[in-house]
């Protein structure tokens, strides 16, 4: 009797061991494959992968040595178009004076795994956009390999993801990780958003894709939050949509013209919704409408609720905003909004926002308008440039052309300000501003007059 029940101890567990490998196999050929699957996808994707060499100039606080000193940084990019168009972070090329492409080499088989250095190449800037920290280079060199840029609508929040870049200086490499939250906001009121992940990205990732497990580019690696410097899994992306935006715009015309509807709109709350007795139907209200707007002529009105954006259910003021964003001049949305008991569709081209801060950037060069103590550009009032900005209550000065004081940590100047004097002594042109800059030394305190949206005050710094 115990040896019948021995036997059939040992029959069963015999058994259960067949069982348990039979069952551990699989899962052993899944992850080999689930390997070999992130291994081939990080081949396919590297080729396209480059980094940024930028050399260029910057304040010396070593004055005995010089005004200015030579700076060297680098970051990350990925080709979007074989014929060398690159899209990349503007922090990593802005204000460079040269600008270098290290393009990966194709593996060759069954070589070293201690690969040569990518082939450097001479790229050129073709447009930037600071608003987006996004810009477009371009290397002369054909059959690059290239990747296509994805639709972040579809991303979603757990994601397997992979960041691709040249992190501390080390040439093309791979991290993985996951999304993390989907159209993060860092500022309140901030139409751009960030896909945020949990893929490490170090300083010299800034440009690089973040790329889903189909190669499409969902994003370009942008910024980190961070105690120590280095990653500690909060990083963020600009979305695929918006890239995808801001780099045809670069391409095709070098700048962004950003555009606007001509209304204002806010999310329905409960109070809002008791107190105007809104209808149980949408979530977005139309405050204001600008007379004589793009809104205006298709017949937006305030008071109506706003539906849907481009078949899109618009949930809360701030979505309205983000898939507006993404618009670009002579384009339209299609609105379906709700008006006492009837629901209109209305169709409302795009038109150019008044205050887009690289309005400027056309009429300027950094051989005429440069003002190099101060790292801005700027330009002469006159009849064309008057147009571009709210009527002027000083007919005379020198406008601010660029987003901001390159050398300064304060945005001291702001794009569209006119500068009427500095220190008492008045500003009537680019080369009375340059004169006044140029007579002053390194400490002196600086009290700029300007007029900022009709509104006259006084901006005051240290030289440095």
Partial sequence: MNFNRLGFALLVTALLLQISVALAQPKLVTLNNLSDEFEALSTK????????????????????????MKQRSSGSGVVLDPAGYIVTNAHVVDGAKRLQVVCSLPDEKDGSILKS????????????????DLAVIRVQASGLQSLKLGDSDHVKQGQIV????????????VTMGVVSA??????????????????????????????????????????????????????????????KAIYEQLKTHGRVHRGEIGAVVQTITPV??????????????????????????????????????????MENGRQFYVNLYRKTVEQAVILEIHRGEVTKILKIEITSRPDDPERF?????????????????????????????????????????????????????QPGDVIHAVNNQAVTSVDDF??????????????????????LLYVSFEME
């Fill in 162 to 173: 992979m960041a691709f870049g040249s992190p501390l200086g080390l040439e093309n490499t």
């Fill in 117 to 132: 250095r990518g082939k450097i190449v001479g790229a050129q800037l073709v447009g930037i956009d600071r608003e987006t």
């Fill in 361 to 413: 950037s056309d009429l300027v060069s950094p051989e005429r308008n440069l003002i190099s103590q101060l790292g801005i550009l700027a330009l002469d009032v006159t009849e064309i440039t008057k147009k571009m900005l709210p009527r002027l209550r000083i007919d005379s000065g020198a406008i601010v052309a660029n987003n901001a004081n390159l050398f300064y940590d304060s945005d001291a100047f």
């Fill in 45 to 68: 994707i590297s080729p396209a992968i480059v980094q940024i060499l930028a050399t260029g100039y910057a304040p010396n606080i070593n004055r005995s040595a010089g005004v200015l």
């Fill in 182 to 243: 989907v159209a993060r906001q860092l500022r309140s009121e901030d139409p751009m958003i960030y896909i945020q992940t949990d893929a490490p990205i170090n300083p010299g990732n800034s440009g690089g894709p973040l790329v889903s497990m189909d190669g499409k580019v969902i994003g370009i690696n942008t910024l980190i939050f961070s105690q120590s410097g280095g990653s500690e899994g909060i990083g963020f992306a600009a979305p695929s949509n918006i890239v």
């Fill in 272 to 313: 809002l919704a008791d107190g105007l007795k809104l209808p149980d139907v949408g979530s977005v209200i139309v405050a204001d409408v600008k007379p004589h707007g793009a809104a205006d002529k298709a017949g937006l009105r305030v008071g109506d609720i706003i539906l849907k954006l481009d078949d899109k259910v």
């Fill in 434 to 455: 340059r004169a006044i800059v140029d007579s002053l030394k390194i400490y002196d305190s600086v009290v700029a007059q300007v007029e900022r949206r009709g509104q």
